[in-house]
């Protein structure tokens, strides 16, 4: 086990010659390689999404309102078609809580479809970037939730996170805050 020297987080470099003082997240965002963070006997592998079968792209949004009221907006899509949707109220907490829990939430219903590999999309550039180990986690109560998150995505055979604009994030985002009033 080494510390990576960018994000300073222990990460196993022993099936890795070249760079071995990154951790893959690091390694990607440096050699701009579409390096996927995947176990497989010791091997980590190379995907590209274009090339993942059965890919189902998840747009997840979390709502905070003033009075208190939180709620989570998730939509499936496969091939361009919504296929599954859905909102849901969760637990009172701050807006970066919500977004957490969107993407909980939104891996728990996957593991409920039986979906393996997934893109989500989500306009928290903070969950993004601390999911993807490009930021810190530096408050004790979201680094319950990326922890969760992380045993979670385990489970997938593929996944990937990125950031969208607001703007492309509409439905999950009126669903969110259909839970949350």
């Known amino acids: 086990m080494k510390k990576c020297k960018i994000c300073l987080i222990d990460f196993d470099c022993s099936s890795r010659k070249e760079d071995n003082n990154l951790c893959f997240n690091c390694y990607e965002e440096k050699h701009k390689t579409s390096i996927r963070k995947r176990e497989k006997n010791n091997e980590f592998i190379s995907?590209?999404?274009?090339?993942?079968?059965d890919l189902?792209?998840?747009?997840?949004?979390?709502?905070?309102?003033?009075?208190?009221?939180?709620?989570?907006?998730?939509?499936?899509k496969k091939?361009?078609?919504?296929?599954?949707?859905?909102?849901?109220?969760?637990?009172?907490?701050?807006?970066?809580?919500?977004?957490?829990?969107?993407?909980?939430?939104?891996?728990?219903?996957?593991?409920?479809?039986?979906?393996?590999n997934i893109s989500i999309r989500s306009d928290s550039s903070l969950?993004?970037?601390?999911?993807?180990?490009?930021?810190?986690?530096?408050?004790?109560?979201?680094q319950v939730l990326f922890d969760r998150a992380h045993e979670l995505l385990k489970w997938f055979d593929f996944w990937k996170i990125k950031h969208v604009k607001r703007n492309n994030n509409k439905l999950a985002d009126s669903l969110a805050k259909k839970a949350s009033s």
């Open 47 to 53: 995907y590209d999404e274009s090339k993942v079968d």
């Open 127 to 142: 969950v993004v970037n601390q999911i993807n180990r490009k930021w810190r986690v530096r408050k004790n109560h979201l």
């Open 56 to 76: 189902h792209i998840i747009f997840c949004d979390g709502s905070c309102r003033r009075n208190k009221k939180s709620g989570v907006g998730i939509v499936f």
């Open 79 to 116: 091939e361009g078609e919504i296929i599954k949707t859905k909102s849901k109220a969760i637990k009172n907490g701050s807006c970066n809580e919500a977004e957490y829990l969107a993407v909980i939430e939104s891996l728990l219903f996957a593991q409920k479809l039986k979906i393996k």
